[in-house]
């Protein structure tokens, strides 16, 4: 008998044991969320901000401003459904992109870029467009520049698409586009990529590098994924929110009223994904 009862308190004491470290680690991984819920969200109300209070004054800042709103409409859908702290973490991301594309709207409009935004996921691996390039690519000029002009109107803020470096700086079309909506690219995306960025300086790898993620002589993703833990590639592609975003109508900051209407970003929906006829 007193074996027996021995062991039920052994055992008494390994349950209660295990449930206090249980408690413990739920605690901490809720501080954690908390945490990272709270970091997120001073970057998207800081995005919202900038959003409701700029309005663009040419085709540019306006493009920009569209995006900047897609981007904080994404981040919001995020947060609200982040249950870990890597979906929070993707959230502030999707924020700071919105924050670049702010700052691009300003430089456009030839006024104060406002304070640094932390750099984002993929960015300083993928380069930038350091001088102005315009190619012939399935029929039709396409044109890159470091400077925003009404022929280059569209900007990217640098970072990875569907697993591939797009480098920042100033497009005459968003020839990303089709890769971000269909989470893959085409076919002709290496092919545009050599012509548009051979031998550029700012950009660090060759074709072949883009065709395998851009690791190749870029020095890779490591020094800009911090603890993203197995975010991996997200490509800044918000598409899994299936966030309906509704709370901004982004025609407002639309450049000619088009373009930069991406409708319901959550199912992917860019106006049917014709960007100006560019087909992978």
Do not use: C
């Amino acid at each position: 008998m007193t074996t027996i009862l021995l062991i039920l308190v052994v055992l008494a004491v390994v349950v209660f044991l295990v449930m206090k470290s249980q408690q413990r680690g739920s605690g901490h991984s809720a501080t954690q969320l908390d945490d990272a819920k709270a970091d997120a969200r001073q970057a998207i109300e800081r995005l919202g901000g900038q959003v409701y209070n700029l309005t663009g004054s040419d085709d540019a800042s306006r493009q920009a401003l569209a995006d900047a709103a897609e981007r904080y409409n994404a981040a919001g859908s995020q947060i609200d459904q982040a249950a870990t702290p890597v979906q929070a973490r993707l959230a502030k991301q999707t924020a700071l992109e919105g924050l670049y594309y702010i700052r691009a709207a300003r430089v456009a409009m030839g006024t104060d870029p406002g304070p640094d935004v932390p750099s984002i996921d993929g960015q300083k691996a993928a380069g930038s467009v350091t001088e102005d390039r315009e190619v012939e690519f399935e029929g039709r000029k396409v044109a890159a520049s470091p400077n925003p002009s009404s022929h280059t109107p569209n900007y990217y803020p640098g970072g990875r698409v569907a697993g591939r470096p797009v480098p920042a700086g100033w497009y005459s079309e968003p020839w990303w586009k089709p890769a971000l909506v269909a989470g893959a690219w085409g076919l002709g995306s290496m092919m545009l990529f050599s012509t548009m960025f051979s031998g550029m300086a700012g950009v660090p790898y060759s074709a072949e590098a883009f065709a395998q993620g851009g690791d190749t002589g870029a020095g890779g993703d490591s020094g800009d994924q911090g603890d993203s833990g197995d975010s991996g590639d997200q490509g800044m592609d918000a598409g899994d929110s299936g966030a309906d975003q509704g709370s901004i109508d982004n025609t407002d900051f639309t450049a000619d009223g088009g373009g930069g209407d991406y409708g319901d970003f959550g199912g992917g929906d860019f106006g049917g994904g014709d960007f100006g006829g560019f087909d992978f």
